[in-house]
């Protein structure tokens, strides 16, 4: 576990699990042979001798005025996916987290950035044959566009995590349907950054003079600082995406502004920096 602190606010990252993925089956352009020769630069913290890119699956929790604020949920245990990799898990991510001092009792808000299969899974927990929230206290915040749109989905695997790791907790009542500018602390909110879906939002940090944001899957990789306009095979409007991630580099480049990449291998955390006419991420070893 690695912890950072935004000003008053406390940032903890649980690592679900960190490991190398071939790059092309997220990014298509990310070959061995482009991430060796052209973006040199990310190994040995982002990619391995191989040229394949480290990723991870984390939560963060954030503890702000007194709320305990659990960001994306990871993939959790006991669902059935199609990615083998994925699937009926056994992983002790609630162990780690109540090793880091958060028990599922504790915590006040689940943050869901998007609904995608690997940020909801541990919204839900199996017991007794049935998906109940795993944090019984927490209000589970979802963005209304993204329910709007992944709760309609006939696709089975866009529909499979909706209907046991998100539609459980709002039948339940757990759930608030939220806007992507929604704020959940004076020093905690959402910001929106649209394209990898419909309604994906970041989370924003700002405390004390300090600032930092949480990405979500604005971006996978900091490759993609180097490369926004590469495609990412699991954006929903590629176009827009791409704008997205352009924005926010130039938005948040040369800035004291701590990013949190959702799926950043570690150490996670960096500051975006302009190089020429795109960007490279500095992480904060």
């Known amino acids: 576990m690695s912890t950072w602190n935004i000003g008053e606010v406390k940032v903890s990252r649980i ?5 190398p993925w071939p790059g092309t089956w997220l990014l298509p352009d990310a070959t061995p042979e482009n991430i060796k020769k052209e973006a040199s630069w990310l190994f040995p913290t982002f990619s391995d001798e191989k040229g394949k890119l480290r990723m991870a699956i984390h939560a963060l929790v954030l503890e702000s005025q007194g709320k305990r604020i659990v960001v ?3 993939i959790g245990n006991d669902k059935v ?3 083998p990799a994925w699937s009926n898990l056994k992983l002790p991510f609630l162990d780690d987290l109540k090793k880091a001092g958060y028990t599922r009792d504790n915590i006040d808000i689940v943050v869901c950035t998007h609904l995608h299969v690997d940020h909801v899974g541990w919204n839900t927990t199996l017991e007794n044959g049935k998906w109940v929230p795993t944090f019984p206290n927490a209000r589970y915040l979802v963005g209304g566009t993204e329910w709007d749109y ?6 089975k695997d866009s529909r499979d995590p909706v209907e046991d790791s998100v539609r459980p907790v709002v039948d339940s009542g757990h759930a608030k349907l939220v806007d992507s500018d929604y704020r959940i602390t004076d020093e905690v909110w959402l910001e929106p950054t649209p394209g990898h879906t419909p309604g994906h ?5 700002s405390s004390k003079g300090h600032d930092a944001v949480i990405t979500g899957d604005l971006i996978h990789h900091p490759v993609q600082f180097q490369y926004p306009e590469w495609d990412d095979a699991f954006d929903s409007d590629l176009a827009m995406a791409k704008s997205t ?5 130039e938005k948040y480049a040369d800035r004291d502004v701590l990013v949190f990449g959702t799926h950043f291998a570690t150490p996670s955390a960096g500051k975006i920096t302009r190089s ?4 490279r991420f500095k992480a904060a070893l």
Do not use: L
């Open 15 to 19: 690592i679900e699990s960190e490991a």
């Open 72 to 74: 994306d949920t990871c």
């Open 81 to 83: 996916r199609s990615n």
């Open 150 to 155: 992944w709760s309609k989905s006939d696709n």
């Open 201 to 205: 939002h970041s989370v924003r940090i």
């Open 245 to 249: 991630r352009r924005a926010f580099a």
């Open 276 to 279: 020429g006419s795109a960007f």
